[in-house]
């Protein structure tokens, strides 16, 4: 099926009992054994699982074209459970540029777990070659990255990474499955922050690993996810799959959009610079336009000038809202060295966008006055 029909169908039908076309909230902390013991119905108790939660992972787990999914309380809870698969003494590659919080958890959390950590340019094949040492376990790569939107060649950092015995994960938050499919390019696991597009109206927090094969490591995440028990409540999976009937239609308005608002910004004369893949000169251009259905919503630009000037374009907006996240219906603006605090690799003088659904007549005219 197509992405806009699986959106709407997959993991969700009336209600046996009643017909109700809208799936109820199963807000249960407990299920009812039989009289042997047994858990006939297949629940045991809410953060083992939960009818809400096991829709949302099905459903999630076919847009990606996955085996399955583990749905977990945020995007970096997601990513921690990723890291879980890592042993002490192991060794992970990861991006030079990426999103911080994953950075943050290298370095110190995953770090304290006795897991070391190389930071490399994953668009970059024989730097990631060179990484790679006898005890490598997992390749992370981020594609397109936050916040100036690098583009990491997946079926090439697959192919690293299996030839070496190791695993690949894609954090393909900001293409959805809607314009990236991840594991059909050879990634093991596709990490998404359903925070951002999924659920899509900066109103419900969760994360999601998508595996393009059942088995063991299935099992150890599976494993993870009730006994660290970072799961999404009831109500928050209902919000997101409700969300997701309408993922493939905002996304591709807000693509439509965001290429627009990018063209406008690479005019005019008070940008230094635009990052968006969808213009010709962006180094990943093409391999993008190969691994992409589309470029995405997500534009980062540098002002000229320094921190003051970009912070005096944010202040100067009326539509944009000043925010940090992304992915929403609405239209966010970040000036992003500031969020990320001291230690950002970050231009000072960068702002992130985030396309929303407004007309782009708008947005452009309210980023003109900002910049006038």
């Known amino acids: 099926m197509k992405p806009e029909t699986l959106a709407v169908h997959a993991a969700r039908s009336p209600e046996p009992a009643s017909g109700a076309v809208a799936p109820p909230i199963n807000l249960s902390t407990t299920f009812e054994r039989a009289a042997d013991g047994s858990y006939p119905r297949g629940y045991q108790y809410g953060r083992t699982d939960n009818p809400g939660r096991q829709a949302l992972e099905q459903a999630i787990a076919a847009l990606e074209g996955g085996a399955a999914a583990a749905c977990f309380a945020s995007g970096t809870a997601a990513s921690m459970a990723a890291f879980s698969l890592l042993s002490p003494g192991d060794h992970v590659i990861a991006p030079l ?27 970059d094949l024989p730097a990631m070659a060179a990484a790679w040492t006898d005890t490598t376990r997992m390749l992370w790569i981020e594609t397109p990255s936050n916040p100036r939107l690098l583009i990491t060649d997946i079926a090439a ?11 690949l994960v894609c954090d393909s938050t900001f293409a959805t499955p809607i314009l990236q499919r991840p594991l059909e390019l050879g990634a093991d696991i596709a990490m998404h922050s359903t925070t951002k597009f999924l659920a899509g109206h900066s109103d419900v927090i969760g994360g999601a690993l998508v595996l393009r094969e059942s088995g063991p490591v299935l099992d150890r995440l599976r494993d993870y996810q009730v006994q660290a028990g970072a799961v999404p409540s009831p109500f928050d999976c209902w919000l997101t799959r409700r969300s997701m009937m309408t993922l493939p239609l905002r996304v591709r308005a807000q693509c439509a959009g965001a290429l627009a608002i990018a063209q406008f910004l690479d005019s ?11 213009l010709p000169d962006h180094p990943g251009h093409e391999l993008a336009a190969r691994q992409m259905s589309a470029f995405g919503s997500m534009i980062s630009a540098t002002i000229r000038g320094g921190a003051e000037e970009a912070l005096a374009v944010t202040g100067g907006v ?28 970050t231009p000072l003088n960068l702002l992130r966008l985030s396309i929303g659904l407004e007309h782009v007549d708008d947005l452009i005219a309210d980023l003109a006055r900002a910049l006038a």
Do not use: N
């Open 157 to 167: 950092a697959a192919g690293l990474a299996h030839s070496r015995g190791g695993l």
């Open 318 to 345: 009326r539509l944009f809202t000043r925010a940090t996240s992304l992915g929403s219906v609405e239209s966010l603006i970040e000036h992003r060295a500031s969020m990320e605090g001291p230690g950002t690799s």
């Open 97 to 123: 540029e990426c999103y911080h919080g994953t950075g943050k958890q290298l370095k110190e959390l995953v770090a304290r777990m006795g897991v070391s950590a190389s930071f490399v340019e994953t668009g």
């Open 268 to 278: 005019h004369p008070r940008i230094e610079r635009v990052f968006y893949p969808g």
